[in-house]
């Protein structure tokens, strides 16, 4: 502008301006704190608050955090250290009972020897992860790791044969095989439905006799040897166990030696504070009187106002009910401020005349104690009143008290209210030169504790060391005796095993016979049917309840026999089945679902969920988007049914519900059935995210794939998925994160997720009334997880973002 | 409109047009639900021919080309493409979406991929060429419309032009007997349009079977050897270009050029 002013109306510029660095306030750190913290009053304000709070917040979160107690082996020990260290409960955590049950909150009820195989799928997951999350940087490779990863953590948290997970993969490896030879020939739905089946059939018809049959071939030829080893085996084990019993009572004398050594220890503290007590028992009761007086006093004071109101004793100005009520509550109200002065005013003399030892007695302990280093101490003891001198005029103060009446003039209650307020003078004067004392004897003691703490600390933590010695002999006295009693146990199946087996034929014959004695009554619309063709549905009833009411009792009978002898069967069958499954097994040992918990827990649901739901998130939003009527339909349903009931009801429907679905006698694993139901519920919200992200794109997309003759899955795998993915990235994760903390519902359904754990931890007597620290420390843990797969998604975000629109 | 192709001779001679049909459409009808939007459409077109096709908006130009490969369905009539049938078999579809390129007026490329591998896509995907083949075939018509040096930038870092020459390399990677033009230029800056035609021009001398939705009518008056005046969803006047501009027989037509020449 001023160019052009300058030079006219005609202007060229001959030679353009060089780079000036910016002014100095606009720049680095002084810029930044101007624009952020001080860019206008509000601002401003706005700052000061904020540093206010977050001062508030850690000056009381932090000592207490780092100020806690690590070793203690039980509440009360934790509260005695803490008492040593002049902090009450309030001022320190009890960090106690995470060092001792942190194992418990990570693993639940797993067996100790055996957690190196969580861990070690823990550690594999993140392997397995890699490719998927950093693709870039990971050769390509690795993701066949990531395809096996699955079966391969399956097998080691469940443990079994190694051939299991194998098989289980196969049936994935059929699916695709027949899905791969089809497609060329029918259509891709029909190849697809039909894959399915093929996996279907191979994981529920072939999988397990196949098992079963590698069990029995492995576990023949290891008979003899086995039984061998085992009796061996049997013979040793009472000898171990004793060895490890006796090195437990060993420890448990060192740990009541220690436990002595440190009660030394902290008696020896008592007696250095015993001054500092006697002090603390003159100050409390003296306290509780002047809160007495102080009650007291205000009661005077509201008599006053309410005499005073009425001019003199409450009476009823007029003949209406309304008056004379109101003038009868107010005596009514006069009279309990009356009881009430004279039962305060008599509470603190007892308070002071009972609890408070005479100042004599406190003389004698000062001098046995803090009075030989400060003397002045004993000389502000001797200083102080008798108690005699604090009690005297509390008598004269009841005697007045009890001559009020609703008549008593009100200079005579300020006078007696100014009395009161004299005898709490003289008390607060009391307990503040009291505290003086304290203070002064607290400083003395201050050096003189510094080395019993010291000691107490050092002998706190030689006390938990000895304790999880003596924890750990104990584990590992249970766990050799589980041993024995299960290879007993499995000496005696070895012993029937031929015996059972060859009952087998037997029983089979005799289940086979028993129904063909059942009465069939097929329904009459099948009747015409020719006999070997028509259907008997009492044979396949599983209950004699079954059967229509009007059934006679020899067809109840008849049925009765075949469940028992198809009963006895199947379980002679079950037992044959698990005694070579044990005898042949080339693997791990298997660990129940029931043992699995804790921290463990929530990372296998929430893992297994996150892996499932989003496929089959993928492929409900692509099913809601399809012209197909009744996929859309079915997809809708499902979305909108699952997203419409709470997650607890779903997981009480797969704890309860679900059995009563299933064929009887199929015991389907708890957690598992957990899994399915966390899957479906995120599956549903994942769905509804990604169909966020395909309506987000342009129909060009669809079109420009489309033109190019590619496949509606090949546009859908290229094109639409990943850019609408994109788009839901944060949705995704949000949903992962809450499904991830979801998992603690199924406390509910009484499995042992971190937050049953910490019920369960609480009801041990020495750690009942401990809450923050467990509650903290399983914050911590899945705030980490979550934290970390936010961040993650913002990685992802940014690296994307490289397309900009 | 002016005039914004290139000023260098245009070799009419190498633009030949064989006797061969490569599209036949026959009485064509489409509607959307009752809106009749194409009517009794008959139209062929020999293997060579470069049609322009023009018309106000709404008169059903773009839904044509649309409908040759399917980007739309047809309600009644048939549609030839190179001796085959468009119906809802889906495999005739596929075929002849894979002999059919098209360009769009917003060029519809994939965000999420670099300009080669949006031009090996189809290619590697659809005729199951080797990567590396692939790869030497988009180079090659990405050195065509001149910009092979892009090859490994993404579609948003590039300018409007260069993308819609892009997504012109895309759908030659397929080695297309028939290109469909959606309005290629509408939505680029004047600068921009120049570059574009010149691609479309030398696709042209090479004889390329066009059809061009476009209101270039430099470039129709060029580079066609037919053009085609639509309104109303039916075809109202067809000539040589020469022919149609000059001595335009219908009112609509004669209406419709002085409007869009006028100025």
Not at chain 2, 71 to 99: C, F, P, W, Y
Request: hydrophobic share 50%; proline share 4%; net charge negative.
């Amino acid at each position: 502008m001023t160019d052009t002013n300058t030079h006219g109306v005609g202007y060229v510029r001959d030679k353009m301006l060089p780079e000036k660095s910016p002014p100095i306030g606009e720049k680095g750190a002084i810029k930044w704190m101007r624009e952020n913290l001080f860019s206008s009053k509000l601002n401003i304000f706005l700052t000061a608050i904020s540093i206010y709070v977050i001062y508030i917040v850690l000056a009381s979160i932090l000592p207490w955090a780092f100020g806690g107690v690590w070793n203690a082996g039980s509440l009360t020990e934790c509260r005695e250290v803490l008492f040593s260290f002049y902090k009450t409960s309030h001022d320190g955590a009890c960090w106690a009972v995470i060092e001792d049950r942190w194992l418990q909150l990570l693993f639940g009820f797993y067996p100790p020897e055996a957690y190196w195989r969580p861990i070690l799928a823990f550690v594999l997951l993140f392997v397995a992860l890699a490719p998927i999350l950093f693709a870039d940087k990971v050769p390509s490779k690795m993701m066949w790791f990531s395809l096996a990863f699955p079966f391969l953590a399956v097998w080691l948290i469940w443990g079994g044969s190694f051939w299991t997970p194998i098989f289980a993969a196969f049936g994935f490896v059929a699916g695709f095989i027949v899905l791969k030879i089809l497609s060329k020939v029918t259509g891709p739905i029909v190849a697809n439905l039909l894959a399915l089946a093929a996996a279907l059939f191979w994981w529920g018809a072939v999988m397990s006799p196949l098992s079963d049959a590698l069990h029995k071939s492995i576990g023949a030829g290891r008979f003899d040897t086995t039984l061998a080893a085992i009796e061996a085996r049997t013979a040793e084990l009472p000898a171990e166990i004793a060895a490890l019993e006796a090195a437990g009572e060993d420890k448990a004398a060192d740990i009541a030696a220690a436990l002595e050594e440190k009660n030394a220890t902290v008696i020896e503290m008592a007696g250095i504070r015993v001054g500092e007590f006697a002090i603390e028992q003159q100050i409390e009761p003296k306290t509780a009187a002047f809160e007495q007086l102080d009650a007291a006093q205000e009661s005077i004071e509201d008599l006053s106002d309410i005499l005073t109101e009425w001019g003199r004793a409450p009476a009823a100005t007029s003949d209406s009910e309304a008056a004379i009520a109101e003038a009868e509550r107010a005596a009514a109200s006069a009279d309990t401020l009356i009881g009430n002065i004279g039962s305060l005013l008599s509470g603190a003399l007892s308070d002071l005349e009972e609890d408070t030892a005479d100042l004599t007695e406190v003389s004698e302990i000062m001098v046995a104690s803090a009075a030989q280093e400060d003397a002045s101490i004993l000389e502000d003891v001797s200083a102080m009143v008798d108690k005699a001198e604090l009690i005297d005029p509390l008598a004269g103060l009841i005697e007045r008290a009890g001559s009020i009446t609703t008549a008593t003039t009100a200079a005579d209650l300020a006078a007696l209210r100014a009395d009161v307020e004299t005898a709490m003078a003289a008390l607060s004067t009391n307990i503040s030169s009291l505290e003086t004392i304290r203070a002064k004897i607290v400083a003395t003691n201050a050096d003189d504790l510094e080395a019993p703490q010291a000691k107490l600390v050092s002998q706190m933590a030689g006390l938990t060391a000895l304790r999880n010695e003596e924890s750990s002999l104990s584990q590992e006295v249970f766990r050799v005796s589980s041993e024995a009693t299960e290879a007993n146990g499995f000496m005696s199946a070895l012993a029937s095993l031929n015996e059972r087996e060859a009952s087998l034929p037997q029983l089979r014959e005799l289940t086979a016979t028993a129904r063909e004695q059942i009465v069939c009554k097929p329904h009459w619309l099948l009747r015409w049917l020719p006999a070997f063709l028509e259907p008997c549905p009492e044979r396949n009833m599983i209950n004699v309840n079954q059967l229509p009411e009007d059934a006679t009792n020899e067809e109840r009978g008849l049925l009765s026999i075949y469940l028992n002898a198809r009963n006895q069967e199947l379980s002679i069958e079950a037992s044959v089945r698990d005694t070579y499954a044990e005898l042949g097994r080339v693997g791990l040992a298997p660990i129940d679902s029931r043992e699995i918990g804790g921290f463990m827990l929530a990372l296998i649901v929430g893992v297994a969920g996150i892996v499932l739901s989003l496929p089959l998130g993928i492929l409900l939003a692509l099913g809601r988007q399809s012209h197909l009527f009744f996929v859309n339909k079915i997809c809708v349903a499902f979305i909108e049914v699952i997203r419409g009931v709470p997650l607890i009801v779903w997981l009480i429907t797969a704890s309860l519900l679900l059995n009563y679905f299933l064929p009887p006698g199929s015991n389907f694993d708890l957690l598992l059935r957990v899994i399915i139901m966390v899957t479906l519920f995120a599956a549903a919200y994942i769905a509804e995210v990604i169909r966020g992200g395909l309506a987000a794109l342009p129909t060009g997309q669809y079109e420009g794939a489309d033109s190019l003759g590619l496949s509606y899955w090949q546009s859908m795998q290229l094109i639409v998925l990943p850019q609408a993915m994109k788009i839901s990235i944060p949705g995704i994760v949000n949903t992962f994160i809450g499904l991830f903390k979801d998992t603690v519902l199924v406390v509910f359904i009484g499995l042992f997720d971190p937050i049953g754990l910490a019920g369960a931890i609480r009801a041990d007597t020495d750690w009942n009334g401990i809450y923050w620290e467990l509650f903290v420390f399983i914050g911590v843990l899945f705030f980490i997880f979550c934290f970390s797969m936010g961040r993650y998604s913002l990685h992802l975000e940014k690296k994307l973002q490289r397309e900009h629109r | 409109m002016s005039d914004t192709t290139t000023e260098r001779a245009i070799n009419r001679e190498a633009m030949k047009v064989s006797d061969e049909v490569a599209i036949q459409i026959t009485d064509m009808n489409k509607w959307y639900g009752t809106f009749h939007v194409l009517r009794d459409i008959n139209l062929t077109v020999n293997q060579g021919e470069r049609i322009v096709v023009c018309g106000p908006s709404g008169s059903g130009k773009s839904t044509l080309i649309r409908c040759i490969n399917r980007l739309e369905e047809h309600q009644a009539g048939t549609i030839m493409v190179d001796g085959t049938e468009l119906s809802s078999d889906l495999k005739n579809i596929d075929k002849i979406r894979s002999e059919v390129g098209m360009c769009f007026q917003h060029f519809n490329l994939f965000p999420h991929l670099t300009i080669l591998e949006n031009c090996t896509l189809a290619p590697i995907w659809v005729r199951k060429t080797p990567k590396k083949e692939a790869e030497e075939i988009a180079m090659h018509f990405l050195e065509k419309v001149k910009i092979p040096d892009q090859a490994l930038k993404y579609p948003g870092q590039l300018s409007g032009g260069q993308q819609q020459r892009v997504a012109i390399a895309r759908s030659l990677c397929m080695k297309p007997r028939i290109m469909l033009f959606d309005e290629p230029t509408s939505a680029l800056d004047p600068e921009m349009i120049k570059e574009v035609l010149d691609t479309m021009i030398e696709l042209a001398e090479e004889g390329m079977t066009m059809i061009c939705v476009t209101h270039e009518m430099g470039f129709a008056r060029q580079v066609a050897n037919r053009v085609i005046f639509m309104d109303a969803g039916q075809i109202v006047e067809q000539n040589e270009p020469e022919e149609f501009f000059n001595n335009p027989q219908s009112e609509r037509t004669q209406l419709f050029l002085s409007q869009i020449l006028g100025h």
